[in-house]
């Protein structure tokens, strides 16, 4: 009785919603005014400091709304509104015949140098909603040389530039040479579209880089506040340069009053505030959500999207998971369709590693590979054991898996278990935190088998990054996979600026990876994102940079009179 | 000793602070740990990191800032003074904290002394059975629930995003109703029967035998004198629960996305950041010290025997 009290208390105090109305989105034409409040996963928590130097991962879907990068996805020529060719849903590296120039708004590649041609009327909004930290100025050539290099030199991350890039400098006001040392046509994504690639003014630094209330940008927004555990919010940059274009007319953008970024660490939360209108885009809800959003949010849409396939990674250097025969009779011991079932990923095919499937100029059907390939994908717990034993294991063996918390992973641990005790592998799990587990993988010595998910956007950007002998040790490379021929392969193909030349050379690496079991894909990941009609001009895209929707939100805009009919 | 102890606790977790920039990161190069280390003086050795912390040692910068000259040091994670962001983060605690108290103590006290009065009625049958369901109910269960079927059912949620209460009263207690009736309801389970147990030993006692025979109204009896002793362990348990408040407004912060120094602490934690892991304890240790010496003051006022020298 006094539950109900408090509750019905509690609700008296709150603001109910009123009887929602069924809604079609109607199609209107661009409106000014309203919030935006949408919620990317990486605001679970709150945001690192934004310094640059630092250039911390999860403060990037922060300060895209106020910093732009030299590149970004033409989602008006290629996207729903365009030529339909792309619907950017990617993440990371995206297909460079789908970009435009930004900041800049042209560019020469060689294997000497880049030259960028910055684009000239584009400046710095020097005052945000807390301070004046900077006069507005024209962005020049200087003021890109001096962010590469500050990357380059004093970011933790720079070293990924050491020995690509040999120097970087203004040759004039609108030019900027970035000089090689070695061609890597990864070179231009990292400082052109990548999520670091954000550009500040040095003027910033001079004010103090690490506090929010110090960013400025040329980008669409300028920062407005940062509460902290609740949200941060931006306003419209008044002299922004771009103009958007509807139906063959330009609009001063953004068109939103406002742009909000909830931090909501509770997924139950995270949801609730869709399904009562209080966030408008939710990207990427857990799956075990999407049947209750679909039912009880009425009206709301939502893309469906694959950019990454999640794997188990068997460590190279521990044995006997080094003996090829046994990575292979695993695999053929492991039911993958299970595991797509198992995370609402039954929708994508089984055969979308090492080349995605997605990707037409590299992807091979599993039916077009070799028969020693194909075998490996087709569930077979008696050919398993008896390639176990052929191995040298008759009797099976013990392998340890360690895993972090969470639902997700509990689940997978205890599929894989099962499937493996048929063939004889007996899994061990262990429970570490997600830090322990990250320090573990990347000292790439892990004892057994790990989970793990890599992005699939670019054949080689993955390859590289997953496969080549440079890379064990980092991210993507922790289960210390190495093999000369491939390592040889990935070099030519990062050395060539003949597309069809890389295709070809990814999808022999890739043959090579596939037969010997470099991991165990056990399914495409696929993801969703929620977002209510009201939020016009938008179709489900991923990004247009590298890392959430925020450049995106600057085209977008709210059908206020929809988002009332609604009941919202 | 607390700050010993914390310093070296908080190094003991696996992994440390680059280990998690680097998990943050999907990039296909190592961070420059050497660089890492010499910007936040993880190269010094460990004493004198703590020499450093708690204002023995100058800083690599020069000068001495640590505990002693009341400094705790700067976030690796966020930038910001440790101090700010606890500043930042304790009214919101405390808010919270003392709201779930006054709930407690308000449904506890009342439903504890009826309880003793209607022994073995239905009313107290009904009392110790609601005392066992508050106990019993996980507080994270229940957030969650108050969180989910309210949106589901009402299309209604408290609000996600903080309103300051000098700038909204009402707005935020909105924001603070729900989870802090969570927390006292979580507490109350405990206090209500201690308050019945106590209440029903106190009526025994010959001097409120006398008090009946006197013919004293049943509510000056029950309040002046019966509630008043029984009060005296009834405040002991509350001071045990404050920890344990403190423990479950980690999860009820999290749930109803209030940024108190639960929620603080988490992040801290899993973001390995030590200087603020190390002053959010040394807080809470030094919080927790205080609390208890206002309860022991507190028996002094209901009980005018005690006399502290």
């Known amino acids: ?568 | 000793m607390v700050s010993f102890i914390v310093f070296w606790l908080a190094r003991l977790l696996p992994g440390d602070y680059i280990d998690v920039l680097e998990s943050a990161s999907t990039g296909d190069v190592r961070i420059d740990r050497a660089m890492v280390e010499k910007n936040l003086g993880l190269d010094a050795p460990a004493i004198v990191q703590y020499a450093r912390w708690m204002g023995f040692a100058p800083q690599p910068g020069g000068g001495f800032k640590g505990l002693f000259q009341g400094n705790f040091g700067t976030s690796w994670w966020r930038g910001d003074t440790v101090a700010k962001m606890i500043g930042k983060s304790w009214p919101i605690t405390i808010e919270l904290g003392v709201l779930g108290l006054i709930i407690s103590q308000l449904i506890a006290l009342p439903i504890g002394v009826y309880s003793a009065l209607r022994q073995d009625k239905i009313g107290d049958y009904l009392g110790r059975s609601f005392a066992i369901l508050a106990i019993s109910l996980p507080s994270f269960w229940v957030g969650s629930m108050v969180i989910i079927f309210p949106s589901i059912w009402w299309g209604y949620m408290p609000p996600i995003m903080h309103i300051r209460f000098i700038e909204d009263p009402i707005g935020n207690l909105k924001m603070f109703v729900a989870p802090a009736a969570i927390l006292g309801m979580a507490m109350c389970g405990l206090t209500m029967r201690m308050t019945r147990t106590m209440m029903l030993e106190v009526l025994r006692q010959d001097y409120v035998r006398t008090a009946w025979a006197k013919g004293l109204r049943e509510r000056v009896i029950i309040v002046r004198h019966a509630l008043k002793n029984a009060l005296m362990p009834v405040m002991t348990v509350v001071g045990i629960q404050v920890p344990i408040l403190v423990g479950g407004m980690v999860i009820i912060e999290e749930i109803f996305n209030l940024s108190g120094m639960g929620r603080l602490t988490i992040g801290a934690l899993l973001n390995r950041d030590e200087p603020l892991t190390s002053g959010l304890v040394m807080v809470f240790s030094v919080a927790l010290v205080f609390i208890n010496l206002a309860i022991d003051l507190a028996y002094s006022f209901l009980d005018p025997t005690i006399r502290y020298e």
């Not at chain 1, 990923?345 to 979308?352: A, M, W």
Request: charged letters at 20%.
């Open chain 1, 1 to 568: 009785m006094i539950l109900t009290f408090m509750f019905v208390a509690g609700f008296i105090l709150a603001e109910g919603k009123p009887e929602q109305e069924s809604a079609a989105g109607a199609k209107v034409g661009p409106q000014y005014g309203g919030t935006i409040t949408y919620f990317n996963s990486r605001f679970t928590g709150d945001p690192p400091s934004p310094d640059p130097t630092l250039s911390q991962f999860n403060s990037l879907p922060f300060l895209l709304h106020i910093q732009e990068p030299l590149f970004l996805g033409d989602m008006e020529k290629y996207g729903p509104r365009g030529s339909g060719v792309s619907k950017f849903q990617y993440r990371g590296y995206l297909n460079p015949d789908l970009i435009r120039g930004n900041l800049v708004d042209n560019w020469e590649v060689t294997y000497e140098k880049i030259t960028l041609h910055v684009r000239p009327g584009i400046y710095w909004q020097g005052t945000n909603m807390v301070k004046k930290v900077m006069e507005n100025r024209e962005l020049v050539a200087e003021d890109i040389a001096f962010d590469i290099l500050e990357f380059w030199k004093e970011c933790p991350w720079g070293a990924r530039f050491n020995g690509i890039l040999k120097d970087v400098y203004a040759k004039d006001k609108y030019t900027v040479i970035v000089e090689l040392e070695t061609y890597s046509r990864l070179a231009l994504y990292y400082f052109g579209l990548e999520d670091r690639s954000m550009y500040a003014p040095p003027e910033m630094k001079a004010a103090g880089a690490g506090k929010w209330e110090n960013q400025v940008g040329t980008g669409p927004w300028v920062f407005e506040e940062y509460e902290v555990g609740s949200h941060m919010s931006f306003r419209p940059n008044d002299i922004y340069w771009a103009k958007a274009t509807i139906d063959g007319k330009q609009y001063k953008m953004p068109f939103a009053d406002r742009i909000v970024c909830p931090i909501i660490p509770d997924e139950a939360t995270q949801v609730a505030a869709l399904r009562t209108g209080r966030i408008d885009l939710h990207q990427r809800p857990p799956a075990p959500q999407w049947d209750i959003i679909d039912k009880t949010a009425p009206g709301i849409k939502y893309a469906s999207y694959s950019v990454s396939v999640y794997m188990v990674e068997p460590q190279m250097t521990w044995a006997p998971l080094d003996n090829v025969a046994v990575r292979r009779a695993l695999m053929v011991g492991t039911d993958l369709r299970a595991f797509a079932i198992l995370q609402y990923s039954e929708d994508t095919p089984i055969d979308v590693w090492p080349n995605y499937y997605l990707d037409p100029t590299v992807y091979v059907p599993l039916k077009d590979r070799p028969q020693d390939i194909q075998i490996l994908y087709k569930y077979d717990t008696a050919l398993a054991k008896k390639m176990l034993a052929d191995a040298g294991y008759p009797n099976g063996l013990e392998i340890p898996l360690t895993i972090q918390p969470g639902a997700q992973y509990q689940d997978m641990s205890s599929l894989l278990q099962d499937q493996w005790a048929k063939i004889g592998v007996k899994v061990n799990i262990s429970t570490v935190d997600a830090t322990t587990l990250s320090k573990m993988q990347y000292s790439a010595n892990y004892p057994g088998i790990a989970f793990s998910g890599t992005e699939m956007c670019d054949p080689l950007n993955t390859l590289l990054s997953q496969c080549h002998t440079k890379s064990i040790g980092t991210w993507s490379n922790r289960n210390s996979y190495s093999n000369p021929k491939v390592d040889e392969l990935l070099d030519k193909a990062a050395a060539s600026l003949d597309p069809v030349e890389v295709a070809n050379l990814c999808k022999q690496a890739g043959e090579i990876i596939d037969r010997e079991v470099e991991c165990i894909p056990l399914y495409g990941e696929v993801w969703r994102h929620y977002w209510w009609p009201w939020l016009q001009n938008y179709y489900g895209e991923l990004t247009i940079g590298d890392e959430g929707p925020g450049q995106l939100m600057a085209y977008t805009w709210v059908d206020q009179d929809l988002k009332k009919s609604m009941g919202f």
